[in-house]
Each structure stands twice: as structure tokens, then as C-alpha cells.
């Protein structure tokens, strides 16, 4: 019976390890629509109203991120787009894996050692995962115009 907990155990450590890192770029949108839907339930808007805004907002910051990750073309400002969607994913990384540490280390140091490299971790598929949402071309087009024949057509076209 022990080897059966011990390995549910390493299964279910794998399991939220996995969802973690498939639910970190989702921690922004996740907070803004918590955040926004905690505000409409204090304004006195009810559950039901606080469930819809939370929904509408997080959704929002989700779909206008990707939007004008995947539209604008200058490395620096996808950078910023995609470090504001990595740094509450890091800091979503941080806690988990120091509550994961938690379970078997003795020692602080080694605690915040881990937690510290999932924070890394986490951010940074959270960062690498928003380039996913790019289309092929990189959001970048031809221009009318710019497109130049092979020599071979060009001369046939006189």
C-alpha cells in the first residue's frame, strides 16, 4: 500500500508540475480577471455579475495580449509584452514550487533554491510560450511592392 501512495504521489507531483507549465502564460489574464471580478463583487454587482466581469475581463487581457504580441513588429516591444505576461507566471512559479519544497526539504536554502529556479523556469515557458501564438511569417507581411522577381521572369516580361 505504501508503494501504491508513493507512486500516486510521484504522479500527482508530475501532474501539477505539467499544469503549471501549461497554465503559466494564462497567469495574467487569470489575475486581471480575478482582480476585476473582486472589484465588482465589492461595488455590490453580485456573484453572478462578479463571475461575468471577471470572465469578459480576463478574456479581454488574454485576446488584446496575443493580438498585439502577434501584430507588432518590434523585438523590444514583444519582449515587454512578453515579460508582462512572464513575470506574474514567475511569481506564480515561485509559490508553487515553494509549496512544492516544502513537502521534502529540511533546509530553507535549498527551499528557496527551488523556488527560485521554478520561478525562472515557469516565466520563462510563460515567455517562450507567447511566441506559439505567432503566426508563421513571424506577423510580418510582404509590403506592397517590395516583392522582386527572379531574373529569369523578369527579363521574359520585357
Known amino acids: 500500500m505504501i508503494i501504491v501512495g508513493i507512486i500516486l504521489s510521484v504522479f500527482g507531483i508530475g501532474f501539477f508540475c505539467w499544469l503549471l507549465f501549461t497554465l503559466a502564460v494564462y497567469a495574467l489574464p487569470f489575475f486581471a480577471g480575478l482582480s476585476a471580478g473582486l472589484a465588482a463583487f465589492h461595488s455590490g454587482s453580485g456573484v453572478i455579475g462578479a463571475l461575468i466581469v471577471g470572465g469578459l475581463a ?12 502577434a501584430t507588432v513588429r518590434t523585438p523590444l516591444i514583444r519582449a515587454a509584452i512578453g515579460l508582462l505576461y512572464g513575470v506574474p507566471a514567475a511569481i506564480a512559479g515561485y509559490h508553487a514550487t515553494l509549496g512544492l519544497a516544502h513537502i521534502g526539504m529540511p533546509s530553507e536554502v535549498w527551499r528557496e533554491t527551488f523556488a527560485v529556479v521554478g520561478a525562472v523556469l515557469v516565466g520563462g515557458t510563460a515567455w517562450a510560450r507567447m511566441f506559439l501564438f505567432l503566426p508563421p511569417n513571424g506577423g510580418q507581411g510582404v509590403a506592397a511592392g517590395s516583392a522582386h522577381l527572379p531574373l529569369s521572369a523578369a527579363t521574359t516580361q520585357g
Open 58 to 69: 480576463g478574456g479581454a487581457t488574454l485576446a488584446i495580449g496575443h493580438i498585439v504580441f
